[in-house]
C-alpha cells in the first residue's frame, strides 16, 4: 500500500482557513485519497475524497496536485469543532476498502 | 438514521478473562469493519466482513480473537483469554455495498474501550 506523509500538528485561529497537507509520492494511478478525521473520543469521520480532480463537499474542499503526489485538505472556516486528528489515506477501491491509518496531523483550533 | 452502535463503550477486566464486543452496522450495510488502537499506536485494521462471510481477517493479532456475524447483521469480538497488550479501543464500521457511484466511505462507532488489568 503506498505510504502518506502528514505532519504531526498544526495550528489554526477560530475563522481562518487551514490547509493540511499530504504527501504521497508514491500513489499509484488507480489509488482513491481519503481523508478521515478523528474528533475526541469518537471514531474517524469521513470527510472527503477525490482521485485527480479537485472536491468540494459541505464539510471540506480537496485540492489534489497534478502529478498526484501530494493533496491539500482545506477547511474554509475553522471551527472549535474541527479540532481533530486529520487522516490522509490512499485506498485502491473499489479493490479494497481497507483503511490503513498513519498518525495523521492533530489540528489545535484557538478561538 | 441510526448510526453503528458498539457496546459496551467500556469494559474493564482481569487478565485471562473472556469479553465479547458487540456492533451493531448501519441498516443495509453489507460490509462490516473491526479497527482497534492500542495504546500509542495508530489505529489497525483488524477484518472485513461481507454479509456474513470473512473478506479480509489479515489483521486479527492472534487465535485469541474470534469474531463473527452470524446472520449478516452485528457483529460480535470475543477476545480468550485477554492479555494486557490487547488494551485499547476498539472501532467498528460499516459501508454501503461497493456499486458504481459509491463514495466508499465507511461509518465508524464510537468504540469500545477495552481495559485490561
Known amino acids: 500500500d503506498a505510504k502518506t506523509t502528514q505532519p504531526n500538528s498544526m495550528e489554526s485561529n477560530e475563522e481562518e482557513p487551514v490547509h493540511l497537507p499530504c504527501n504521497h509520492s508514491t500513489i499509484s494511478g488507480t489509488d482513491y485519497i481519503h481523508w478521515y478525521r478523528q474528533l475526541p473520543s469518537q471514531g474517524p469521520e469521513y470527510v472527503i475524497h477525490?482521485?485527480?480532480s479537485n472536491v468540494n463537499n459541505r464539510m471540506a474542499s480537496l485540492a489534489i496536485a497534478e502529478d498526484r503526489k501530494s493533496s491539500t485538505l482545506i477547511l474554509h472556516r475553522a471551527t472549535l469543532r474541527d479540532a481533530a486528528v486529520y487522516y490522509c489515506?490512499?485506498?485502491?477501491?473499489?479493490?479494497?476498502?481497507?483503511?490503513?491509518f498513519g498518525t495523521g496531523t492533530r489540528l489545535q483550533v484557538f478561538p | 438514521e441510526a448510526g453503528v452502535t458498539q457496546f459496551p463503550s467500556h469494559s474493564v477486566i482481569e487478565k485471562g478473562q473472556t469479553v465479547t464486543l458487540r456492533c451493531d452496522p448501519i441498516s443495509g450495510h453489507d460490509n462490516l469493519y473491526w479497527y482497534r488502537r492500542v495504546m500509542g499506536k495508530e489505529i489497525k485494521f483488524l477484518l472485513h466482513?461481507?454479509?456474513?462471510?470473512?473478506?479480509?481477517e489479515s489483521g486479527m493479532p492472534n487465535n485469541r480473537f474470534l469474531a463473527e456475524r452470524t446472520g449478516g447483521t452485528y457483529s460480535t469480538l470475543k477476545v480468550q483469554p485477554a492479555e494486557l497488550e490487547d488494551s485499547g479501543v476498539y472501532f467498528c464500521?460499516?459501508?454501503?455495498?461497493?456499486?458504481?457511484?459509491?463514495?466508499?466511505?465507511?461509518?465508524f462507532g464510537e468504540g469500545s474501550r477495552l481495559t485490561v488489568l
Open positions: 464500521a460499516s459501508s454501503q455495498p461497493q456499486l458504481a457511484g459509491n463514495t466508499g466511505e465507511l461509518f
Open positions: 489515506i490512499l485506498i485502491l477501491y473499489p479493490n479494497t476498502d481497507k483503511l490503513i
Open positions: 466482513f461481507v454479509k456474513e462471510s470473512k473478506q479480509d
Open positions: 477525490g482521485l485527480t
